[in-house]
């Protein structure tokens, strides 16, 4: 079952069409989804670079037709950050040299797959990165011109200092301590403002801070105006830089309120009204400094995600009046497995994480369990109720490899649905650095759960409709594979697919979706329903037995349904890795009727030529042509070129994710036949959309 991947924009300069290709299938087997365009001449490389998007330029060291100095020269007169890689049919150190010599950034061995993925791979990682940085460069400069207007007008005091000297304040600041204008206060010291009874506190403060030490928070003083009179003050500092210089931002707030109770008032705004623990918000602040600091070499930290199992099921036992009961229950008995290292917060409804600081992988492994013991086989009371229930524990090391707060929350996701995939009361944490034993019985747990779901109907389809444009009669649904949690929950593909084809599962659940496709398809015939599934189809599963074509035949036999109601997806890049079996497999398909489709249509350097090879009964429309369809003319342009050669060689033309009004707009224009999208219904569990 094949997956989506990011789309690797390639501009490739060969003399020969078949050595292209060549190279365009060795980069996918090496699992890289690539969209190649190949100039025939230098006219053509000029418009290409001049109106398309491009990642990298691979070229042949002796090409003919454009050598490769003339394609260094165009990409440099174009003015874009491109790499020029230059592909070698020998290895040797003259034409390495010679290929550095003439602008390459690196060189691509044509007759070793390893070497020339891992080159390509890396050199579209340097320049993803570099456009990323130009990108937040931009985004810096645009919110430092944000930031500074909001402080001009702020109503909080705001000011700027490094080296204990005034670099900025605004005017709510100037107002507060009864300055006019900022001359008045520029390069004053800002010990001049704190009363003489803090000053030598305040000093010492300014010292450890020069030195490297975190300022506080906040800081309770007295504070003294251009007049020399003093008031109480809340002094709030956060790092800050100013035209670039490090530097503190510093905001002066008067205490206008007993102390002991402005501190009661912030311990409340930082916590979760019913559980105690430290709210989203003020949780999602501290994990963004630990991730920070992280960034900056900290290690032996953790993200935890804490769940308990099967929670609706437990909310239905108790009635959803205990919910709330429930929960602090919960939490409280949580806090019993934590310690001054650690920082817990609610993050949603029954969604519980942990910051763990000061632990590497061992101790948050030992802290994790310590969690889940808690739990245990140990009574719960709530209300006039004792239960029992158990947790599932997900984390992620946090260290400088991922120090990116989504990263970080997404690993720490995918470990949690992991251990509850496999029926829950498990611990899974993540580590960036190892992959050790626990990851291996990680694997075999969710393959022995994949073939339990094999075996016992352990999965489930779900149905997203796909719609005529044309007023075709019938109905037509894409079915996607779900897999059933043990407490009724839904697992989506992300969760356990790439394990599957990792494992060599792939053949044995394709099998299992088509077979119930077809089950379905008879079940709503025999409702009157004529009803066309589509069903996804990956070609490692036909390479993989030369008898799958015969068994779906006869599966679509004994059902007794018309063969052109399954309509069988394949993976438009990986089509050319295994054609012949493919052949073969369309022959006898097409004998009895089954239809076949190539999705992800128009990532090949030429589509269209496949269709010499396979003959397919429709297209279905890459997604990288329709995300944000109606600001792009050239994807529209190509969307149509698509829909009109399809319509030529009598083909269906499909479109799927369309995600807005704009582009259904583009698309009826356009004149394809079918369209799919989240825009028009999402999948679902049953089928009840009115095609009417």
């Not at 398809?521 to 066309?532: G, L, V």
Request: charged residues 25%; contains cysteine.
């Amino acid at each position: 079952m094949p997956t989506n991947d990011a789309v690797l924009r390639l501009l490739l300069v060969d003399d020969r069409l078949e050595d292209a290709e060549q190279l365009t299938s060795m980069l996918r087997n090496g699992g890289m989804a690539v969209r190649p365009q190949r100039p025939d001449n230098l006219e053509e490389l000029r418009k290409l670079l001049s109106t398309q998007s491009v990642d990298l330029v691979v070229a042949t060291l002796t090409a003919t037709s454009i050598p490769f100095e003339t394609v260094v020269r165009e990409v440099e007169a174009s003015g874009k950050d491109l790499p020029v890689l230059a592909v070698l049919e020998a290895l040797n150190e003259s034409n390495v040299l010679e290929a550095l010599k003439l602008g390459a950034r690196d060189v691509v061995y044509r007759h070793q797959p390893a070497q020339a993925q891992t080159i390509v791979r890396a050199e579209a990682e340097f320049v993803k990165t570099r456009r990323a940085v130009r990108v937040l460069e931009a985004q810096l400069r645009e919110t430092e011109r944000r930031c500074d207007a909001l402080i001009n007008s702020s109503r909080d005091p705001i000011a700027y200092i490094h080296e204990g000297m005034h670099i900025r304040a605004n005017e709510a600041y100037l107002e507060m301590f009864g300055y006019e204008t900022y001359a008045d206060i520029e390069g004053l010291s800002v010990l001049d403002l704190i009363a003489p009874s803090n000053a030598g506190g305040f000093k010492d403060l300014l010292k450890r801070i020069s030195k490297g030490e975190a300022p506080p928070k906040q800081l309770q003083l007295q504070a003294i105006d251009a007049n020399g009179d003093e008031f109480d003050a809340l002094m709030e500092f956060t790092p800050a830089s100013y035209e670039g210089e490090p530097c503190l931002q510093i905001v002066f707030r008067p205490q206008l309120v007993d102390a002991s109770m402005a501190a009661e008032l912030e311990a409340l705004r930082l916590r979760d009204s019913l559980t105690g623990l430290a709210n989203r918000a003020h949780f999602m602040g501290e994990l963004e400094s630990t991730v920070a600091a992280a960034a900056g070499g900290r290690h032996h930290q953790a993200l935890l995600l804490v769940e308990p199992d099967n929670y609706e099921t437990l909310v239905g036992t108790i009635g959803m009046a205990q919910a709330d009961e429930l929960l602090k229950a919960f939490c409280a008995r949580l806090g019993t497995a934590l310690d001054d290292t650690t920082l817990a917060g609610r993050l949603s409804d029954h969604r519980f994480a942990v910051i763990c600081r000061l632990h590497d992988h061992k101790a948050s492994l030992v802290r994790a369990e310590k969690i889940r013991a808690a739990f245990q086989g140990k009574i719960l009371e709530v209300g006039d109720r004792s239960l029992t229930l158990t947790v599932s524990v997900g984390g992620v090391q946090i260290g400088e490899r991922n120090a990116q707060i989504g990263p970080v929350l997404s690993r720490a996701e995918t470990s949690l649905q992991s251990a509850m995939g496999v029926g829950g009361d498990r611990v899974e944490i993540h580590d960036p650095a190892a992959r050790d034993r626990a990851e291996e019985e990680r694997i075999q747990a969710w393959v022995q759960r994949l073939r339990d779901a094999l075996d016992n109907d352990g999965f489930t389809l779900h149905y997203q409709p796909i719609i005529s444009l044309n007023g075709e009669p019938g109905e037509t649904y894409e079915a996607y594979l779900r897999l059933k949690g043990n407490g009724g929950e839904i697992i989506g593909p992300t969760t356990f697919l790439p394990l599957a084809l990792e494992q060599g599962l792939g053949p044995e659940i394709d099998r299992w979706v088509i077979r119930r496709a077809i089950a379905v398809i008879a079940e709503r015939r025999a409702a009157r329903k004529e009803t066309t599934l589509y069903v996804k189809l990956g070609p490692e599963s036909i390479s993989a037995s030369d008898r799958l074509g015969e068994e779906i035949v006869q599966a679509v036999k004994a059902a007794r349904i018309p063969g052109e109601l399954l309509v069988l997806q394949l993976h438009e890049p990986a089509v050319f890795t295994h054609l012949k079996a493919i052949q073969a497999f369309a022959q006898t398909l097409h004998a009895a009727g089954v239809r076949l489709a190539l999705e992800h249509f128009g990532t090949g350097l030429n589509s269209f030529q496949l269709l010499q090879h396979i003959d397919a009964d429709v297209v279905k429309i890459d997604r990288s042509y329709i995300t944000e369809l109606s600001k792009n003319s050239d994807n529209q342009a190509k969307v149509r070129e698509f829909a009109e050669k399809a319509r030529g060689l009598g083909k269906t033309c499909v479109v799927h994710y369309v995600q807005d009004a704009a582009s259904m707009t583009v698309l009826f224009g356009i004149g394809v036949d079918y369209v799919e999208g989240n825009f028009l219904a999402a999948a679902g569990p049953t089928m009840n959309y009115d095609f009417g």
